[in-house]
């Protein structure tokens, strides 16, 4: 029988993709979710670890979950409220330790990152002092946009407008903790999108030009109007259900779950189970896409089952869709995406506050990359202690990545998880000069976990978009951490926007010809 739908990829885009459709079909279409490995989840993953007596969370992917009041935190606790998971909640106050401070590893030492103009009055740590001077340069520098280029490297356009030291001290350390990869690879165009386009608008400047960038976007967002006004009243109808939890969630800087990030795949993976009209098929990778008989599509999977589909929802990262799209013609973001790896290395030390300062971690910019072979550290049981319940533990997570993580692999696939625990130790020895033995290690290599959105990315994924419309005669779309951001919100927020908006579920007899890419595409031109 033709499914209605098939979802391929059981991560938190699949899955929620999945949610959002499936509950929306009309009562007699059948959704299909097809996930090659055993497991439900993808990269979100929570491990439960015993050493010392304790009993504690590992997380070995995505760990928080970003608050505040923009669609993408909206669409997440749509989801938390959908799941009955809001008793589960464990949320950082916007003035707790994590909320408010955040370091970068330089010059030797620990430097928080200012939180406000009081700085400038107080003293603001080295590794920021070539802000203010940054911002005197962009004021005076006349207008250097390279002619002609539609886009160039964060590390270039920093550098062109602020100093180098800007991206040196500070840019490539908020690039390593989100993207694990160095600013002189990442597109300025896609990523820095506002501050990009200010540059290219204004005549004297990013920060001049901002102000322009902002009536711009106010005007563009004038079309969305009805959708906000919507979503508005959906959100306040869940509040009147249930205040105490909105009123909390509304002071939140950051949020998980007691029993970690997984509670949200886990429970979205069982209840998915549970919907008369779902079928969810795991530890069958899809082999090959075509177009079948009757016009549907055609999904094969490795075992030799075929399934028949009026749709597509295509959530597999860009590697995958390319291997079952082996004889399709050339697309350059399937072809040139290059993927982040990262050395997750969970520590636990057997005493409650174990780092000389209270904060969400630290991240080591390109200036000091010479100091450490880490990326960056969480201090988890600073950010959520309520996750360590009664245990007296310290919780960090040390992340490695790019060329150390090569360098300690030494030319195999992976290093081996010895050297990559003893350079996690080496890094909090380091930088926070903690020298007690922990009660447990654990290094998980989390192998092409983030793509990569190199210089060229957006002229990429508009040759995307055609290349996806060309495919199943129209019958594909795709959501995901490759289209328009990795972060979790994101995917769930444009899972959610592809059914809700962009698709007509009631007509999915005929092609769609929705790739899922045209809202994210138009945001960036
Ligand atoms: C496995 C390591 C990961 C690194 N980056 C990501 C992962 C999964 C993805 C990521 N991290 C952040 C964002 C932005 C989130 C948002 O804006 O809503 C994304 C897409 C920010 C972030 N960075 C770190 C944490 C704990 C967070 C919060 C979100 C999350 O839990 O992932 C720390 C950190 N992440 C990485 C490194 C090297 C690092 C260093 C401390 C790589």
């Given at each position: 029988m033709t499914a209605a739908i098939a979802v391929l990829g059981g991560g938190i885009t699949g899955l929620s993709a999945a949610w959002h459709l499936a509950r929306r079909l009309p009562p007699a279409a059948r959704l299909v979710l097809v996930e090659g490995s055993p497991r439900l989840g993808g990269w979100v993953r929570t491990d439960r670890r015993r050493a010392g007596g304790a009993e504690f969370l590992a997380e070995k992917g995505p760990r928080t979950l970003r608050g505040g009041d923009s669609r993408m935190t909206a669409a997440v606790l749509e989801l938390v409220d959908d799941l009955d998971l809001r008793s589960q909640v464990l949320a950082a106050p916007r003035l707790s330790p994590a909320a408010r401070n955040r370091y970068i590893y330089y010059g030797g030492e620990l430097n928080c990152m200012p939180r406000g103009l009081g700085a400038l009055v107080t003293g603001l740590p080295p590794a920021v002092k070539c802000l203010p001077r940054g911002v005197w340069r962009d004021l005076t520098t006349p207008k250097n946009t390279p002619a002609g280029a539609s886009d160039e490297s964060i590390h270039s356009f920093v550098s062109r407008r602020f100093g180098e030291q800007v991206d040196d001290n500070l840019a490539s350390a908020v690039m390593h903790g989100i993207y694990a990869a160095d600013t002189k690879d990442l597109s300025a165009r896609a990523l820095l999108y506002p501050y990009w386009l200010a540059d290219r608008l204004g005549s004297n400047g990013v920060i001049r030009g901002l102000r322009r960038v902002a009536r711009l976007s106010r005007a563009r967002h004038a079309q969305f109007a009805a959708r906000d006004a919507e979503e508005k009243l959906a959100l306040a109808r869940r509040r009147a259900a249930d205040p105490e939890f909105w009123d909390a969630l509304d002071d939140a800087s950051m949020f998980s779950f007691r029993d970690g990030l997984q509670a949200l795949t886990d429970a979205l993976g069982r209840r998915l189970a549970a919907l008369p009209n779902v079928e969810v098929v795991t530890g069958q990778p899809a082999a090959q896409a075509r177009t079948g008989a009757g016009g549907n599509a055609e999904i094969a999977l490795a075992g030799g089952r075929v399934i028949s589909a009026?749709?597509?929802?295509?959530?597999?990262?860009?590697?995958?869709?390319r291997e079952?799209?082996?004889?399709?013609?050339?697309?350059p973001l399937l072809d040139e995406t290059p993927y982040a790896s990262v050395a997750v290395v969970n520590v636990a030390f057997g005493a409650r506050n174990i780092t000389p300062v209270d904060g969400f971690g630290f991240l080591v910019p390109r200036a000091a990359a010479a100091d450490t072979a880490?990326?960056?550290?969480?201090f988890d049981s600073c950010v959520l202690p309520a996750q360590d319940g009664a245990a007296a533990i310290s919780r960090l997570t040390v992340m490695l990545g790019g060329a150390r993580l090569a360098e300690l692999a030494g030319g195999a696939d992976a290093p081996p998880a010895a050297a990559l625990e003893d350079a996690a130790l080496e890094s909090l020895r380091t930088v926070l000069g903690i020298r007690a033995t922990p009660i447990d290690v654990d290094a998980t290599v989390q192998a092409g976990c983030i793509p990569s959105y190199t210089v060229g990315y957006v002229e990429r994924l508009k040759a995307m978009h055609e290349w996806v419309g060309a495919q199943l005669g129209g019958r594909m779309s795709v959501v995901g951490a490759a289209y328009?951001?990795?972060?979790?919100?994101?995917?769930?927020?444009?899972?959610?926007?592809?059914?809700?908006y962009h698709l007509d579920l009631a007509a999915l007899d005929r092609p769609q010809r929705v790739t899922g890419l045209e809202e994210i595409i138009k945001a960036l031109e």
């Open positions: 009026q749709h597509v929802v295509n959530t597999l990262p860009l590697p995958r869709l079952l799209f082996a004889a399709a013609g050339p697309a880490a990326l960056g550290a969480v328009g951001g990795p972060a979790v919100p994101q995917c769930i927020l444009h899972a959610r926007d592809l059914a809700h």
